[in-house]
T-cell receptor
């Protein structure tokens, strides 16, 4: 009964390929997020969706496109992968989008672009 | 100045020791503060929220100093299982939903 689950856990692919990472939460939360953790371990927000609506879109290349078919799912599609995209991508959700809502993270997808 | 800054460590302490981490934030309007814990190759998990009056959860005590714009985490009687990276997290009021800003983390290793 995993709360926030993302697949795949590991993803190894070549430059130029297109790949997707899926995320689902069964907590009934309204807000979902994608975070990127680089090799220096900084966690940075990429996108945030509230009830299927995009509310945060940080300075992320437009090769990255989030898709939220419903409020329990937020998938991340990446086109034309580059070496610099190698990182760990975490999906997360929170009860509300406000300031006091802690995040519940998925277990991460380790993306390696060769 | 970084939005959230932590001493990356590593802190190496023996079991039973008391260890404290500090974290400074640059946005004086920040209203919500958290400590998260991240084990090696795992996802971050909420350790505790930080309240204005300070709060304690077992061996863990969190403090907030608004005047100096820093928060702290104190761990008493360290256990081997406390070894992890501790992430200071700030959510500035007025920003978009859940735009939490993470520090780079402080690495703690507790040895026998």
């Amino acid at each position: 009964d995993t709360a926030v689950s993302q697949t795949p856990k590991y993803l190894v692919t070549q430059m130029g390929n297109d790949k997707s990472i899926k995320c689902e939460q069964n907590l009934g939360h309204d807000t979902m997020y994608w975070y990127k953790q680089d090799s220096k371990k900084f966690l940075k927000i990429m996108f945030s969706y509230n009830n299927k609506e995009l509310i945060i879109n940080e300075t992320v290349p437009n090769r990255f496109s989030p898709k939220s078919p419903d409020k329990a799912h937020l998938n991340l599609h990446i086109n034309s992968l580059e070496l610099g995209d190698s990182a760990v991508y975490f999906c997360a959700s929170s009860q509300e989008g406000g300031a006091d809502s802690p995040l519940h993270f998925g277990n991460g997808t380790r993306l390696t672009v060769t | 100045r970084k939005e959230v800054e932590q001493d990356p460590g590593p802190f190496n302490v023996p079991e039973g020791a008391t260890v404290a981490f500090n974290c400074t934030y640059s946005n004086s309007a920040s209203q919500s503060f958290f400590w998260y814990r991240q084990d090696c190759r795992k996802e971050p998990k909420l350790l505790m929220s930080v309240y204005s009056s300070g709060n304690e959860d077992g061996r863990f005590t969190a403090q907030l100093n608004r005047a100096s714009q820093y928060i702290s985490l104190l761990i008493r009687d360290s256990k081997l299982s406390d070894s992890a990276t501790y992430l200071c997290v700030v959510n500035p009021r007025g920003t978009s939903y859940g735009k939490l800003t993470f520090g780079q983390g402080t690495i703690l290793t507790v040895h026998p």
